[in-house]
């Protein structure tokens, strides 16, 4: 499958931004506030152009701090504008325009279109040796852009590779096949009767077995919290045992291709976030592009790094 496929099927399940449930209605927090600076100094007019938009967190955001610029978002995902987003754009002037499945290689818009760029863990997706002369043709004179990048060293970074180190593939599979036996037999004798069924009970007893190796934890910080959360989604099939086949078999083949997307998204988190020495050759790139760019900074919250803040004018 291809990034744009894993990432879509995230995007598909309504999140307003990279982080999920953690930001249900749109970024807040120390990005919150990040925003609410840069946006203090851009133009009432233009247009603002979110690069790697996803379900257009940032729309929300900008919407909230009633700022007047149109919105075009761009992300080589399929992505939709957010129920909160939604909303607030019923009493906002703003125009807004989504260009799906464009990445930051190629956007379809002007040369010299945007007043404002602005990207929240997204450009940095992009190959930068054709993402950086297309955003410094799409930049007005005069104009600025604004990246949260991933950094090697953050919070975000780290979570990443706990998950991955906590993804169990095995077991995972071992999950799916085990559902997949007990959906089989539910066909083939009667419900009263599956519990009596060995096929049935073998598969039963397996997920009993890994629902209390992770679901039993009581330290959270020596909880498997990849495999809590899939196990506790697991579960949910005993509630459709009694529905037709076909409803059993669309829930486990969802949760097999949840995981999967769950896992690749991670993986391409972990290979697009940049150490000092990377990111010190992004902004050489940008320069050589004519643009301007403040010394890059780590940008913190109360927990540590969060991402690399890179900021500059066309």
Same mark, same amino acid.
Request: with cysteine.
């Given at each position: ?27 807040? &927090?120390?990005? &919150? ?19 790697? !938009?996803?379900?257009? &967190? ?8 009633? !700022? ?22 019923? @009493? ?14 190629? $956007? ?13 863990? &997204?450009?940095?997706?992009? /190959?930068?040796? @054709?993402? $950086?002369?297309?955003?410094? =043709? ?23 590779? =706990? ?41 039963? @007893? ?19 919290? @990849? ?13 459709? $045992? ?25 993986? /391409? ?16 790139? !940008? ?5 301007? $760019? ?8 109360? =927990? ?11």
């Amino acid at each position: 499958m291809t990034e744009q496929a894993h990432w879509s099927a995230f995007w598909n399940q309504g999140h307003a931004t990279t982080f999920g449930d953690f930001f249900r209605d749109g970024y807040q &927090g120390s990005i &919150g506030r990040w925003i609410s600076e840069a946006s203090a100094a851009w133009p009432q007019e233009g247009q603002l152009l979110d690069l790697g !938009c996803g379900n257009c &967190g940032l729309l929300t955001s900008i919407l909230e701090l009633g !700022c007047s610029l149109s919105y075009v978002g761009v992300d080589p995902a399929d992505v939709i504008v957010n129920e909160r987003a939604q909303a607030l754009l019923e @009493t906002r002037p703003n125009t807004i325009q989504l260009l799906s499945g464009q990445g930051a290689e190629k $956007v379809a818009l002007p040369d010299q279109s945007a007043q404002v760029a602005v990207s929240i863990f &997204g450009f940095e997706y992009a /190959q930068s040796a @054709t993402a $950086v002369p297309e955003l410094s =043709r799409l930049l007005a004179s005069g104009g600025t852009f604004h990246f949260l990048m991933h950094h090697s060293e953050s919070i975000v970074t780290q979570m990443s590779k =706990r998950a991955l180190d906590e993804y169990d593939k095995a077991e995972i599979d071992a999950v799916i096949a085990a559902l997949t036996v007990i959906s089989d037999r539910a066909e083939r004798v009667e419900l009263s009767k599956l519990k009596d069924d060995l096929l049935a009970e073998q598969a039963r @007893t397996k997920i009993n077995e890994f629902a209390a190796q992770y679901l039993s934890e009581s330290d959270a910080k020596q909880t498997n919290v @990849t495999m809590f959360e899939f196990m506790t989604t697991a579960l949910r099939f005993f509630k459709l $045992v009694r529905q037709p086949s076909a409803k059993r078999l669309e829930f486990i083949e969802g949760l097999r291709l949840e995981y999967l997307h769950y896992r690749a998204r991670f993986e /391409q988190m972990m290979s697009v976030a940049k150490n000092e020495a990377e990111i010190r050759g992004f902004c050489e790139l !940008c320069q050589t592009y004519g643009l301007t $760019v403040e010394a890059p900074q780590a940008f913190h919250d109360e =927990r540590g790094i969060i991402a690399w803040k890179i900021s500059g004018t066309k």
